[in-house]
Every structure is written in C-alpha cells, then in structure tokens.
C-alpha cells in the first residue's frame, strides 16, 4: 500500500469519526489556526517524558514549530488521560513521521496521531480509530464501515450511534464483565463506540473478525479495539494487541523493524531536542541527530571530579551549567566534553547540568538536563585551633580574604579547550606529610567561623623543590598576601592546579612547563605556621580533591 493512498484513507476515516463524536477521544492543540495543513513539523524540545523499562521507548510531551506557530502536542499528557497502560498497553515506537505535517505513535493496542483537521483549521491530537484501518470493511462497504445489525440485548446497555449495547453478560448469560472493564478503562473515550455485539466470534464472512483469529472466541469490537473473554486467565478481559495489527498492515513482511522509531531507546531528557524517522522523514537527510548526554560516574562523592560526555553532531556551540557555575565544553572527534566537579559541602542529592546546544546560525536547536546525583564523602575531622604568630594575625581579616578570591576567580574560571595534560597527576613534593587534609574544617584562633580546607597541605622541608603535577601553562606567579607566593598552573579544559606559601618560584607567568619540571621552592609565606605547600585543584573554579587525579585519568 502506497503512503499516500494510505493518508488519505486515513484522512477520511478520521473525518468520519469526527462525524461521529470522534471529540471523546481527542485533544485540540493550544496554537493558532491554520489555513491549510503546511510542511513538516519540527520538535524543539521535549517538555515531559516517560520512559518504559518493559519496550524501551519513550512518550512524550512535546513542542512542535511550523514555521511562526508553535503547538503543545501532549502525547504523554493524552496517554495517561485516555486510560493509560490498561487502555494502550505499552509504546511500541518512538514518535515517528509516517505522513508531512503529522506525527504518531504506536502501542501494543492503539495508534495517536497528531495531524491536521481541515474542518477544524487546526491540528487535533487523537487516537486512530484502529479497527476502521485494519478490519472495518470486513462485513461489506459502506459509511458505517461494516457495522452488525444490532440485536436485542436485554442485559446490555446501548452506547453509540449504532444501537449495540456493552454488558457484563451474553444473551445466554455467560459473565463476561466486558461492561466493567468498558467503564474501568475510560468507556468511549479510551475504546471508542462498540461496532457488534459481544458473541462468540466464528469468522463468519458477515461478521467483522480479527484478521486470522481462533474461531470460538467470545468477543466485542469497538472503533479503538476488540475485547475478548478468556475464562481461564487471571484477567479474563483482555484487549487485543491492535496496534502491533495495524503496524504490520502498514509495514508488511517486518520492515518496521528497519525503522529506527521502532527499535529500543535509551531514555530522553526533558528539554531535549528531538529528532523524528519514518517514512516521510528519514533521519539523515530531513532532521540532524540530537547530541546523548552521559555522565562517567553518574553519582559523584563530594569532593570529587567526574567526566560528561556529548556524542552528537560537531560545529555546534554549547552552553552548560551545573549549580549555576559554567562547564563549557570541548571538542572531540565525536563529539564534546568537559570535566566538572563538586565541592567538598555541595548539597547531597540530585544536581543537573542543564544544557542549549546551538547551530552555526545561533539557532536554537536542542535543550537538555542531565541528572547527577552527589552522595556524602568522608573528610578528615575538625582541626583543633591554630595559633598564628603576632606578625601573621593581619592575615586573618576576612576582607583581605575576600579581596584576594575576587582577584583569583577570573583566573580559575579561564577556559582552554585544549587539554594540556597527560595521565596521572603527580604530588608537587617527595616525602612529604599532610598537615591538612582536602575539605578538612579548621578554626583559627582570632578569627570566628569554621572554614573547610580547599586542598592538601604538604608539609616538607623549606627550600624543597616543587614540581609541576602536570603538563600546562603558567597562568599566575605572584606574591599575594594571604596565600603568599603562588603559583597557578593552567592544565586546559577548565583545570587548574595552585601552589601556595612558596619562598620563591623558578618559572614566569605565560611560561609551559611539563609534568615534573621545578615551578618554585617550599617556603612558609602568607597565612602559614611553617614549611610546607598547600596545593589545590580546581575544575571551573570548584575546589575538588586532587588526590583524585593522582589514582584516576581524566579523559572523555
């Protein structure tokens, strides 16, 4: 069957059934009225989704564009609303684009669609009436596509046009509970008006019957779907799998199973862009692929770093951020990353990295959220009070503190999308002891608060030579007044390690260094009680452990 013999087949029997009521079972879309149905959708972003572990598709709540009018096109909302899992079974597809300017959906019981209605001057969201596509004709032509005389069912109560009656009983008075199950699943609304009576299906070429169906079967059949009665099943009443029915009419011999809509996905995020198959859209030549978004790992201790990653289409700019700091990312061969940490208090429980993706037009063209979960890290226990001496206590002033953050922050938050390391990290000094551990809570006596340690103190001899951890470039070589002589490696991507409390430095600021190379010498300037280095590592200018990067390799 061609396609476009198939569409407007498909174009009358929905004009039938608005004929008919066909309202109980569909949505109007909020969006201005159009004159005539025009060119194909496109789905910005996708507003809810559910996701079904069983099939491993997605429904969706989307935003469809045609040119200047935008559409709230609620699959997932009509779902739900039409009876849900009882009433369509599971999604058997991804949205897909069988015709120009509509879309659908298959389950294991039904089809939705959304499409244009001439008669209403806009696009309608509704179920395809199913038993009209696959076997309406059966029992002859005509407007009623098939319909049984009507018997008289004095058990029964008549529902629709055509005079049939749904009833928990045969004429004979064998118990069906078709009724029930009727009413339990939405009635009209989810199964459409009954076309026959319940009876015992023989496949009698005056009745209408499911295409190769065992003779014998007690069943009803509706617009929407058939209900059959199974005596011996713990659910007597049982939906037949129209939509698998209708699929395989409209995709003989299998070849649904070459269209990517119909194979298992992987979940979708909310605001995500979302691109369509089908056969009127294929997807590499009418829609561009949607970048995936993963995390590695996708729960994170605090404290520590982790790696995004971006697989999708290049020349795209990428904006992102993650509790409100930017995590730019960078380009790879297929695709983008970035590395983005979490500090030692952040908030345990679920964060996100939300996402806009756009083309080399500025337009936007996908939106997405990516879920990390912070657990609870383990960090060395309160510090009893440091004393400092007399000379050091102007130090402690929160002022100068703050001063010196606010010169520092544009420097940590620079972003370099080559990434100038290689491997591990390594320790700046040799036998050296940890005075302060990473996220260590400290008291200074003087001053009043906890403040938590934002790297290790390494504690060595004064004069000891400090190395570079890794390859980068020197991006600060100064004497500040609370960290004393620091140094600031740039390593690329948004990672920087510092060197503080230095007696002097044997490189220049600009100057690349390798991993190992002699940056400066251990001294005890600025806010310290003797020799050692206090060093740090930042990803966007959040203090992350960098003991880390000593034991894992950083790299998408």
């Not at 699943?185 to 295409?211: F, I």
């Not at 990672?495 to 390798?514: C, I, K, P």
């Not at 020799?531 to 990067?549: C, F, I, M, T, Y």
């Amino acid at each position: 069957m061609c396609p476009h013999s198939l569409w407007s087949r498909r174009q009358a029997l929905r004009l039938f059934s608005a004929a008919l009521g066909g309202s109980a079972g569909s949505a109007v879309l909020s969006g201005a009225a159009l004159a005539a149905a025009p060119a194909n959708p496109v789905i910005a972003t996708i507003q809810r989704t559910r996701y079904d572990p069983i099939l491993h598709h997605t429904i969706n709540d989307v935003l469809v564009t045609f040119g200047s009018h935008r559409y709230a096109v609620p699959f997932l909302a009509f779902f739900e609303q039409t009876g849900g899992i009882a009433r369509w079974g599971y999604p058997t597809s991804e949205l897909l684009m069988e015709q120009p300017a509509a879309l659908s959906q298959y389950y294991q019981r039904g089809i939705v669609d959304f499409h244009y209605r001439p008669d209403l001057g806009t696009y309608v969201l509704e179920r395809r009436l199913v038993w009209d596509d696959i076997g309406g004709a059966q029992a002859g032509p005509g407007k009623d596509q098939g319909i049984e005389p009507p018997p008289v069912h004095p058990l029964g109560v008549v529902v629709g046009p055509w005079g049939h009656s749904v009833s928990n009983y045969l004429p004979d008075g064998t118990y069906t509970g078709f009724y029930s199950f009727f009413q339990r699943v939405g009635g009209v609304r989810s199964l459409g008006y009954p076309k026959t009576e319940a009876r015992r299906d023989e496949n009698a070429l005056v009745q209408l019957h499911l295409p190769g169906a065992t003779p014998g079967f007690i069943r009803q059949y509706f617009q929407a779907a058939v209900l059959e009665f199974h005596p011996d099943s713990p659910a007597p009443v049982e939906p037949a799998l129209l939509g698998d029915m209708v699929r395989d009419l409209h995709y003989p011999n299998g070849s649904w199973q070459q269209l990517l809509a119909f194979q298992p996905q992987t979940p979708l995020s909310n605001g995500e862009w979302l691109a369509l198959t089908g056969p009127a859209a294929p997807l590499e030549t009418t829609f561009p692929p949607r970048l995936h978004l993963t995390a590695r790992p996708a729960t994170v201790v605090q404290g520590r770093s982790f790696v995004i990653g971006a697989t999708g289409p290049l020349n795209l700019t990428l904006t992102s951020s993650l509790n409100g700091t930017a995590v730019p990312f960078a380009p790879t061969s297929g695709g983008y990353w970035a590395v983005a940490g979490f500090d030692p208090i952040a908030q345990i429980g679920e964060h996100e990295l939300r996402l806009q993706a756009k083309n080399s037009q500025g337009v936007l063209i996908q939106q997405a959220t990516l879920p990390v979960t912070v657990l609870a890290g383990v960090f060395p226990t309160l510090r009893a009070a440091v004393s400092l001496p007399v000379s050091k206590l102007p130090l402690l002033n929160r002022t100068l503190e703050r001063a010196e953050d606010a010169f520092l922050t544009p420097i940590f938050s620079q972003f370099t999308p080559q990434q100038f390391w290689k491997g591990y990290f390594i320790y700046p000094v040799s036998s050296f002891v940890i005075t302060t551990g990473f996220g260590e809570r400290e008291i200074f006596t003087g001053r009043s608060g906890v403040s938590w340690h934002g790297g290790l103190d390494l504690a060595v001899p004064e004069g000891a030579p400090i190395h570079a951890a890794n390859d980068g470039v020197v991006a600060l070589a100064r004497h500040l007044e609370v960290r004393g002589n620091t140094i600031i490696l740039n390593h690329g991507v948004g990672v920087f390690t510092a060197y503080l409390h230095q007696s002097r430095f044997a490189v220049t600021e600009g100057q690349s260094v390798r991993k190992g190379d002699l940056i400066g010498y251990v001294g005890a300037t600025g806010l310290a009680t003797g020799p050692h280095v206090h060093w740090e590592l930042r990803v966007h200018n959040v203090h992350v452990d960098p003991a880390q990067w000593t034991q894992e390799i950083f790299a998408l």
